[in-house]
């Protein structure tokens, strides 16, 4: 199901602050999303802006960002501190969407 209401900003920003740290919604951009609910349950299922994917809300309240989505919260330094990097040798390995094991971060 989706919807936009004028809450939709807001709740967004709510679950990236929480999910991210305070302050990481500064670098979300002020229009274009997208919220889709679920049927059942009422939540937040995924979140679009600008017809691409940002994000999918897991059951337990978790984020799974797209690329997209990830490229724009990169903006945030406070979202940068809490990220990763891999190290050279695996990079490869990684883009043909394979998992990073935490030897190689």
Do not use: W
Request: hydrophobic share 40%.
């Amino acid at each position: 199901m989706e919807m936009e209401s004028p809450g939709d900003r807001r709740r967004l920003s709510l679950m990236v602050d929480y999910l991210f740290g305070r302050g990481v919604s500064r670098a979300l951009p002020r229009t274009g999303f997208r919220l889709y609910y679920s049927r059942r349950s009422g939540r937040v299922k995924s979140v679009f802006h600008d017809g691409r994917l940002f994000a999918t809300v897991k059951p337990n309240g978790a984020m799974a960002l797209s690329m997209a989505g990830a490229t724009i919260l990169s903006r945030s330094p406070r979202f940068r501190e809490n990220c990763v990097q891999v190290s050279d040798d695996v990079v490869e390995f990684v883009k043909g969407g394979k998992s990073v094991f935490c030897k190689f971060v």
